[in-house]
């Protein structure tokens, strides 16, 4: 069941603060969050696990509800590099993802 | 340690021609899944292999199909090409450490990028 991402896409200007939300229908053990540039492949930002650990980027943090089945990601004081396309996973059966539709960012000079 | 490495990078083929895209995964990985990315839809979920055997399939038709080898490398083959198969095929490794799947990182390969016409 793939998890549904919000917003589709957001334009920013550097320096300005964005979240994008992942919702699943179903209970999570944990989100992972990756980010894709154009052209390459998707690189691993961040695990969050059910009870509060969590591992990944220095820079970019995110919160993870369980109960809501939610978990979001902000991005602060937003730089060019941040552009990309942002995807939430939650665990199938495997090691194995689904993954949401994805959130296009754009960070304008 | 060298990344997950998938060849080859682009491929054409023609409707009804079938297609093989190699998956050489992290030394040490014992998974390797495959996703489908289209626009529009995201990444696609279509099978995971696990020491040689497929764990978990997705929701594709039949003529989407894989195996792992001893040395964890995969490929996947789609048979009868459709106009609509035309997408980025990625791969991903994980450790594969035999519990805690939930836990497990995903390391992505660039992808092979197949054009059918």
Not at chain 1, 27 to 38: D, E, F, G
Not at chain 1, 62 to 84: D, H, I, M, P, V
Not at chain 2, 53 to 65: I, L, M, V
Request: aromatic share 12%; proline share 4%.
């Amino acid at each position: 069941q793939q998890p549904v991402q919000s917003p589709q896409a957001v334009i920013l200007r550097e320096g300005e603060d964005a979240v994008i939300n992942c919702s699943s229908s179903k209970a999570l053990y944990s989100v992972h969050w990756y980010r894709q540039k154009h052209g390459e492949a998707p690189v691993f930002l961040m695990i969050l696990l059910k009870g509060g650990e969590q591992k990944g980027h220095e820079k970019i943090s995110a919160s993870f509800n369980e109960k809501k089945q939610q978990s979001s990601l902000y991005l602060t004081a937003s730089q060019l590099s941040y552009s990309g396309t942002y995807f939430c996973g939650t665990p199938n059966s495997g090691y194995a993802l689904n993954f949401g539709k994805g959130t296009s960012l754009l960070v304008t000079p | 340690k060298a990344g997950v490495t998938q060849t080859p990078r682009y491929l054409i083929k023609t409707r009804g021609q079938q297609v093989t895209l190699s998956c050489s995964p992290i030394s040490g990985h014992r998974s390797v899944s495959w996703y489908q990315q289209t626009p529009g839809q995201g990444l696609q979920f279509l099978f995971e292999y696990f020491s040689e055997t497929q764990r978990n399939k997705g929701n594709f038709p039949g003529r989407f199909s894989g195996r792992q080898f001893s040395n964890s490398r995969s490929e996947m083959n789609v048979s009868t090409l459709e106009l609509g198969d035309s997408a980025l095929y990625l791969c991903a490794s994980s450790i594969g450490d035999g519990g805690r799947t939930w836990k497990s990182i995903q390391y992505f390969g660039a992808g092979t990028r197949l054009s059918v016409l």
